[in-house]
């Protein structure tokens, strides 16, 4: 605890790391956009140069010098990580520290600025000494922690600017990377036994694997889906900017009457090669756009420095797409909320989940301060696409418990410290996954949450498996469609019946005119629901209404 007082922590202000960390993050950006100019300028090149020695050698260069760019990528992304991470942990420490002082002035005991304590004499009392070593138990856990977090952040940024001073290159063979679906722990044994600079090899050259993998630690996960995700939305714009070329260079040929050029073995120019061609391109642009509407928003929220750090730990643009998205880094949380969407989520919509998460994690940071919550979107599954044709069915539940319960197995194998209070939340069918991983094994979770639940198919809490009844919570609001699905017939019975056996909590009756606005109510401002999963969630049962 050597260099760390007391009072440096009671007075600490996290601004000043946080606004470091943006700072790298900014870096990292600018460096980010200059690797893809040199991308594109050098994909240009063959066009204009295209054979010889010298064409080949500045080929090569160029090539070389794109490596290096995003090899520099993750270390300054993990020194941004390491900042924002410091800024909110002084942040959690200054209220333990102030609530330390109230709790001295609660009991007759005077916490001074520099940690010593005196005893009211009125009330040197048997009692008040036991208080004071209380007291004292807690300042110096403190102060343990304070320098364990300095030691540490230290500890990433030498590790990640030693790149820059003649640190040798290091590699890892793609064979050895550990497949998507591998058990967490040994997923993380494998990462562990990387030397740092293998770290860093395996996320710039392997992000989509490593971004993938439960057990690697999710600030490493962030920065891979993060190359993953550039890559995605680079690739995708270019293509689309590409078919705007070739529409506007078919129209105008049409115009002009010379669609025979285009297509000189097509009898019908115009009205079938030209028109199939056009169809082909809108078609594939729509799917374009479909996925960039995903995918902006996660980069426009991971960018977003007036709003907590956000981690990217999952990223697939197959079929509807997947991602997972963290407010907050659970490795290093005391309380950890994984959301699951239900009927329609996908990608493209994505932006609205990320929302919910947002308003989760600023509901607890407000109800327990001293505490950090990471709030996640876990859209990790694919969701049925239509409640009527698709939602009847546990195929996709069954799938994605699978998907759950490996990553809430991993998220227990990375995180730091203390374990965290995990919590798992469900709302629609999302609530059915949660369900399905709570049978056989069991989920590792703490507590499991079902918000406007067409059943779980389980009769009983008491047949969840990983959690104990008494952390079974459910509610559903007065005017919400889903009782239309009646699931005593479909998935079970109701969660928020009584004989299942569960812990039932308050959300508003929702509009009476709108059932299905009410099915997605229970995150608007001042939804009573919002404040009960807040409680839930940062560990205060005996609050919750």
Partial sequence: MAGISFEMVLRADPEPWRKAAADWDRLGAALDERTDALSRSTRRLSGVWQSGPASSSAGAHCEALRKDLDAAFPPLL?????LAQHGNTVAELRVRARELVEQGRAA??????????????????????????ALVAVRDALLREAAELDARTARTIAENTATASGTPSATVERASVPARGADPTDVKRWWDSLSPAQRRYAISEYPELIGSLDGVPVANRDIANRIVLD???DGRTERRAELQAREAHIRAMLEQGRAAELYPRDHHPATHAAQRELAVIADERNRIDATLRGLNPIDARLE?????????????????????????????ADNVLTYVPGVGAELAGVEAGIERADRMALDARRIDPGQE??????????????????????????????????????????????PSRNVVLGHSYGSLVIGH??????????AVVFVGAPGVDV????????????????????????????????????????RFGGRV??????NADDWVATHSAYWDPGNLARENIAYIVTGHPEMVR
Avoid at 108 to 133: C, F, K, L, N, Y
Avoid at 304 to 331: E, F, M, Q
Avoid at 437 to 446: C, F, L, M, N, S
């Fill in 373 to 418: 919550t990471a709030s996640l979107y876990w859209l990790g599954y694919d969701a049925p696409d239509d409640a009527v044709v698709d939602a009847p069915s546990d195929s996709y539940a069954e799938a994605g418990a699978r998907e759950l319960n490996q990553f809430q197995n991993g998220l227990r194998v990375t995180h730091d410290g203390e």
């Fill in 437 to 446: 991983a709570a049978t056989g094994a069991g989920i590792d979770a703490d």
């Fill in 304 to 332: 977003d420095p007036d709003k907590p750090r956000a981690y990217l730990i999952g990223l697939s643009t197959a079929d509807d797409g997947r991602a997972i998205v963290s407010v907050g880094n659970p490795d290093a």
């Fill in 459 to 498: 009769d009983s809490a008491v047949e969840l498996r990983g959690v104990t009844a008494n952390e079974v919570w459910a509610t559903r609001a007065q005017h919400d469609e889903i009782a239309a699905w009646s699931p005593d017939v479909v998935h079970g019975i109701d969660p928020t019946e009584p």
């Fill in 231 to 233: 890559r995605e939305m």
């Fill in 505 to 510: 909590f308050g959300s508003d009756p929702g």
């Fill in 78 to 82: 993990l020194i941004a990580q390491a």
């Fill in 108 to 133: 007759h005991v005077t916490v001074h600025p520099d940690g010593s304590m005196t005893v009211d004499p009125a009330h040197a009392t048997e009692a008040t000494a036991r208080s004071v070593s």
